[in-house]
């Protein structure tokens, strides 16, 4: 649309930019442009206009759109990420577009989910304008065995992400949760489709979703959940900003794969689970039965090390873990 690609360009400049300069470079009229930024600040963006300077950007309402993303991509990074208000799930979104042939790489983004999917069938809360929803299509041309590698290395990316856009520093609790003052802010969710013939990973669909502004969470969540507004005094964090370079990162991990050396670094850097006392739930567990112990060491494969307290050692490869200290575990 005619507004985000206006956007983009208010956006890009650190002080005001000129109607005419705006029409030469989208190639539309002046009347164009100016119809396009009384539609923004319809939507809530604060623009000044100056007869002798043009348009400068005061105020941003924090909305996600391709305009605002778009502004921190190159330019040709936005022609296959796609943008919607509100989703039953950015994942069950780009899995249809997968299914249509869409390129690795493709991204669905969206400002609310009414049904946003967590681990093993939980849901994921999704308000709107609050965080950041996004999904990333990716083909590894890998086997099944190295799913839980990517779900590390989607952790690692996504704390990359929001250091460099917030200059903020997150940990992670394996598998791939990531916290802030030991409470989640963000979750990971990884589907992926398999080649009958070949056990190969055909595609592989990343849900991301991390709690960016919001300001209280409910009940049954405010012991487990924070945001990163919460864990930074209620300052408001431009959401634009986090899934553009999220998006990047995870170019970057697409880019690399399978070298892992950087990725099992940083994930041992940022894990806070070696060294605690643990809960393992294996995938199958019944009854919701654990077995406790303590988490000793990440492999190089990304799994668990653990030393359970009947004096066994494994290596978890899959399931979950609680950790003593987190989520009211104790």
């Known amino acids: 649309m005619l507004k985000d690609d206006v956007l983009k360009l208010i956006y890009r400049e650190n002080g005001y930019i000129s109607g005419e300069a705006v029409s030469r470079i989208l190639g539309v009229s002046r009347a164009a442009v100016n119809s396009a930024v009384k539609t923004l600040r319809d939507d809530g963006y604060e623009i000044i206009s100056s007869t002798n300077k043009g348009y400068l950007l005061k105020n941003d309402p924090d909305k996600l759109s391709k305009g605002s993303v778009s502004a921190f991509l190159p330019d040709t990074r936005s022609d296959d990420v796609y943008f919607y208000d509100s989703v039953d799930s950015t994942n069950t979104v780009l899995k249809t577009l997968a299914a249509k042939g869409s390129d690795s790489g493709t991204v669905v983004i969206a400002d609310h989910q009414t049904g946003g999917k967590g681990r093993r069938g939980r849901s994921f809360s999704s308000p709107p304008g609050a965080g950041v929803y996004l999904s990333y299509l990716f083909k590894p041309g890998a086997g099944f065995d190295k799913i839980s590698d990517l779900t590390s290395w989607t952790a690692v990316a996504v704390a990359d992400a929001i250091k460099n856009a917030y200059g903020l520093d997150s940990n992670i609790k394996w598998v791939n949760d990531l916290l802030m003052n030991r409470k989640k802010i963000c979750g990971i969710l990884t589907e992926v489709s398999v080649e009958g013939e070949s056990g190969f990973i055909d595609t592989c669909i990343i849900g991301i979703g991390v709690n960016v502004n919001e300001q209280e969470f409910p009940p049954e969540l405010s ?3 924070t945001s990163v507004s919460i864990e930074n005094g209620g300052n408001i964090f431009l959401r634009a ?28 850097e940022l894990n806070i689970t070696v060294g605690s006392r643990i809960t393992a739930y294996p995938l199958m567990a019944e009854n919701g039965q654990g077995r406790t ?23 978890l490869k899959s399931g979950e873990v609680s950790v003593r200290g987190l989520y009211g575990y104790t």
């Open 223 to 225: 012991e487990i959940a």
């Open 241 to 268: 900003k986090l899934a553009s370079e999220i998006i990047l990162s995870m170019d970057r991990l697409a880019s690399e794969w399978p070298d892992s050396s950087y990725y099992l670094e940083r994930y041992r």
């Open 293 to 315: 112990g303590t988490a000793v060491s990440i492999n190089d494969d990304f799994s668990l090390k653990v030393e359970f307290s009947d004096g066994s050692i494994e290596n």
